[in-house]
């Protein structure tokens, strides 16, 4: 990851106009828009795998796992590059992402595998970027919140409510730690 401590549309050295203009209709909530946008990212661009990693999110908002699917790989495949503009919060939803989209095609207990080391790595992650643990506790969350739904789908009842309560704790923490008014700025 290159400049884990920016925002992806932070480097005004490159040309992220179909990334920018993806962002700008993702928090829209115009879905469609978003994907096709993040569908032309550049593979050479720094912000490819922020792009494909959001387009796989979108395609989920849209419940077009297949599709969902490839763009999370690429995304993946992109970050393993060591290349890219990406916030290490963002990593941590991404392999969620991916790991949501086994759960969806049935395979529970590759998500599960999948979500322990994401889990894991969101602890580490924490402590190299402290500035970001917000943000990436937050992802670390919802993480959890899928691996408890994985625990369901293998009927691991115990498991699923133990991680969903971990999950809870962890929303009601950041709640509380918010500033009057709203919660923090995540980015």
């Known amino acids: 990851m290159a400049s884990p401590n920016e925002s992806p549309n932070e480097d005004p050295s490159s040309d992220a106009s179909n990334y920018q203009a993806g962002l ?5 909530q115009q879905w469609s828009t978003a994907a096709d946008l993040f569908a032309f990212e550049p593979v050479e661009s720094p912000h490819y795998a922020s792009a494909m990693g959001n387009l796989a999110q979108m395609r989920i908002a849209l419940d077009l796992y ?19 503009i990406l916030n290490p919060a963002s990593l941590v939803q991404f392999k969620r992402n991916w ?21 894991d ?7 190299e970027y ?11 969350a919802h993480a959890m919140a899928v691996r408890a739904q994985a625990h369901v789908h293998l009927g691991n009842m115990e498991q699923a409510v133990a991680l969903f309560r971990v999950a809870r704790d962890k929303y009601e923490r ?14």
């Not at 297949?66 to 393993?80: D, F, R, T, Y």
């Open 24 to 28: 700008d209709a993702m928090h829209k």
């Open 66 to 84: 297949g599709n969902a699917a490839e763009a999370s790989k690429k995304a993946l495949a992109a970050v393993s590059r060591g290349d890219q």
């Open 99 to 119: 790991a949501e989209i086994l759960l969806e095609i049935g395979e529970a207990a590759a998500a599960l595998e999948e979500l322990d080391q994401t889990c």
């Open 121 to 127: 790595e969101a602890d580490g992650l924490t402590k």
């Open 130 to 140: 402290p500035a970001l643990a917000d943000s990436i506790r937050l992802q670390q």
């Open 174 to 187: 950041r709640l509380k730690s918010a500033a009057p008014g709203g919660l923090p700025v995540v980015g």
